[in-house]
T-cell receptor
Framework: NAGVTQTPKFRVLKTGQSMTLLCAQD?????MYWYRQDPGMGLRLIHY???????AKGEVPDGYNVSRLKKQNFLLGLESAAPSQTSVYFC??????????FGQGTRLTVV | QQQVKQSPQSLIVQKGGIPIINCAYE??????FPWYQQFPGKGPALLIA?????SEKKEGRFTISFNKSAKQFSLHIMDSQPGDSATYFC?????????????FGRGTSLIVHP
């Protein structure tokens, strides 16, 4: 049972490049989330999904897009990376009102 | 607007001490209050959680105290150990437009000295 798997684990991008972060969960959870973690700022919600085919904006959505074409996958896209998007990104999933399971994180550096 | 306020930002205690981390929330619709523990290079993992029908929950050396009227909850770590050194996040969630999206505090970095 893998839980929540994020790929890649590390990435360095040049300003203006694009990339997609993949999150996969094998727990049949309805809810999936993308957070970014920055020093002193905690976990800030970027986008979330409450079911296949649905997405919604979180606290800091600007510069990011998401898609949930399959229940088990939640993709986070950066269309034109900026240095301000340097962060550690975490994906999580949950069954509604219970424990959230987190992936191991993706450390992204934009130079 | 920060819906869950966590303090302190950092905490240093000696082995055996009892660190206390506090959180305050604003949304009275919140009805699930978990604490997560995060070690360096890892994702957060659930440590303990409480619902507002009880005022205290204990699991091993970890205790949540919950004060519904004050809209506050806290984490106590009894007999703290160096292995407890980690970042701790409180969170809260509840029905909002049919969804249950957790809101996290900003985290507390705990160091337990041997």
């Amino acid at each position: 049972n893998a839980g929540v798997t994020q790929t890649p684990k590390f990435r360095v991008l040049k300003t203006g490049q694009s990339m997609t972060l993949l999150c996969a969960q094998d727990m049949n959870h309805e809810y999936m989330y993308w957070y970014r973690q920055d020093p002193g700022m905690g976990l800030r919600l970027i986008h979330y999904s409450v079911g296949e085919g649905t997405t919604a904006k979180g606290e800091v959505p600007d510069g990011y897009n998401v898609s949930r074409l399959k229940k088990q996958n939640f993709l986070l896209g950066l269309e034109s990376a900026a240095p301000s998007q340097t962060s550690v990104y975490f994906c999580a999933s949950s069954y509604r009102h219970t424990e959230a399971f987190f992936g191991q994180g993706t450390r992204l550096t934009v130079v | 607007q920060q819906q869950v306020k966590q303090s302190p930002q950092s905490l240093i205690v000696q082995k055996g001490g009892i660190p206390i981390i506090n959180c305050a929330y604003e949304n009275t619709a919140f009805d699930y209050f978990p604490w997560y523990q995060q070690f360096p290079g890892k994702g957060p993992a659930l440590l303990i959680a409480i619902r507002p029908d009880v005022s205290e929950k204990k699991e091993g050396r970890f205790t949540i105290s919950f004060n519904k009227s004050a809209k506050q909850f806290s984490l106590h770590i009894m007999d703290s150990q160096p292995g407890d050194s980690a970042t701790y996040f409180c969170a809260a969630s509840g029905p909002s437009g049919g969804s249950y999206i957790p809101t996290f505090g900003r985290g507390t970095s705990l160091i337990v000295h041997p």
